[in-house]
């Protein structure tokens, strides 16, 4: 089952941010943009649940830029915890993403996804997404 996420999810939505991202976030900040994010109508976070465990994250981010002259949304992050991969649960968000897209008029649904990360580019091609941007990224910190 697929739910927006709430205020208690916060711990199992920081554990699987911390896996996807393969590191560990301060508690403290993860929870002031959590609960910012959670609060703005423009930040969308689902969970995914298989017996009532938090298996899956995705946010979602609408924003209207200029170059495209029209509403258009960004999957930051999407996770399914390793054990419970192949229960096409990557594939309902996405499907989610899109109901929701249609619903609110987004031109197109954008993500990132790094370069060593081959098994969820061949997802997302196999879900719609198309390869059609280079990301460039210049670390500050």
């Not at 699987?16 to 910012?36: C, D, T």
């Amino acid at each position: 089952m697929i739910r927006k996420a709430k205020d208690s999810d916060l711990e199992f939505v920081k554990l699987l941010v911390e896996e996807l991202e393969e590191q560990k976030f301060e508690l403290e900040i993860f929870k002031e943009i959590y609960f910012k994010n959670l609060v703005n109508n423009e930040v969308h976070y689902f969970v995914a649940e298989v017996n009532n465990e938090i298996v899956g994250f995705m946010s979602i981010f609408e924003s209207m830029p200029l170059h495209h002259c029209h509403k258009l949304a960004e999957i930051q992050e999407l996770i399914i915890s390793v054990k419970h991969r192949g229960l096409s649960i990557g594939k309902e968000f996405i499907e989610l993403a899109t109901k929701l897209g249609q619903e609110k008029g987004w031109l197109q649904i954008e993500l990132s996804s790094h370069m060593k990360r081959l098994k969820a580019h061949s997802f997302y091609m196999r879900n719609g997404f198309n390869r059609r941007h280079f990301k460039f990224v210049k670390m500050l910190k």
